[in-house]
């Protein structure tokens, strides 16, 4: 079997589809070998033959993952739901649960009921209500970037249902206690507040849980939110290092990888050419987003950031990584938040997380259109 430290090369931005499938192979296969090993960070890894893992790889390739989606919506997290919503024959999305992030969690859970309105989810995806702040700081919003309401570029209607009763915490704790082992994946796509919390008040609750597949943290690629960090696990680094620590399987989107598949005008034009009501959303929103930057970077591209973790999970041969142990700096002065990932070892900390460096982009935007041309 091929060691796990020595999968892609960060810097192979531009590698050709089939080598980047390649890459991806030897990831998924890790990535792989990771959902079988839930119980320990990394120790379970060299025990395993290539055998094993390649059928897990196939297994993984054709079963339907009970999906909850964790959020801060966010223009970006907005299309990840959408995105995940019209990959229902492979993701069964069970709740969206809402954490203060991009802007203050009366807005967050809002945001999260209007969206599950626009793909016609309104009575049947729940969206509960969790942690308003980080676990020790106070909340740090992105409300410049994603605009006053957090959905910037779309006008929104007051959302068509209420708000699950539980909080998200406790719906949290008391699925993942009644569900079977390995059987849930969590996406995280804000801070990680709820899910550290839920991890903490209920360390058993760990067992059932498949995969983490977050977005946040940067290594190769610096911060946007300090020159160090990136803004879901800067606003709650404590949180994430809880996660990370955990013991369960995660896989980590980092800007390292969202700025290798960028929003452009080019790219947007086929989501507002669908006949559908989401595909214009979509175009919409995406073009906010790359307005930002443009403002700021007079640049006609932007970052994709959230969406990257389910086309991770719809189709996990467009991405390569390796897998490393990554820590998170909750002390320093000028690096607080910082994802520390040792790509080569050096520390002999056990690997924790797979971290996502390679996207074959194209493909990721002809699957991400193909999901939400299925949508209303
Ligand atoms: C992350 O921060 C948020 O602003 C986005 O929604 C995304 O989750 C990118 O750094
Ligand atoms: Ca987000």
Known sequence: MANLNELTSPVDASASRQRNRRSFLRTSLAASLATLGATGAGSAFAELTSTEGAARLAADGTSRRTVIIDC???QDDAIAILFALGAHDQIDLKALTAVGGNVPLSLTE???????????????????????????????????????????GV???????????????????????????????LVALGPLTNIATALTAAPEGAKALREIVLMGGAWFERGNITPAAEFNIYVDPE???????????????????????????????????????????VADILAAEVAYQKGRRGVESAPMYDPCTIGYLVDPTMFGGRRVNVAVETTGQLTLGETVVDWNGRSKRAVNATWITDVDADRFYETLLARIARLP
Not at 164 to 185: C, E, F, K, M, N
Not at 247 to 275: E, H, N, W, Y
């Open 72 to 74: 801060d919506p966010g």
């Open 110 to 152: 809002r945001n999260a009921r209007i969206v599950r309105d626009w793909a016609d989810k309104t009575g049947t995806l729940p969206v509960y209500a969790g942690c308003p702040k980080p676990l020790m700081r106070e909340l740090i919003t992105a409300a410049n970037v994603h605009g006053r309401t957090g959905l910037d």
């Open 155 to 185: 006008t929104l209607h007051e959302p068509r249902g209420p708000l699950a009763p539980q909080h998200a915490v406790t719906y949290l704790i008391d699925t993942l206690r009644a569900a079977a082992p390995g059987s849930v994946t």
């Open 239 to 281: 949180a994430a290092s809880i996660v990370l620590s955990a013991g369960v399987p995660v896989t980590v989107l980092p800007r390292d990888v969202c700025v290798k598949a960028p929003i452009t005008p080019q790219r947007i034009a086929p989501f507002r050419a669908l006949k559908n009501r989401c595909g214009p959303i």
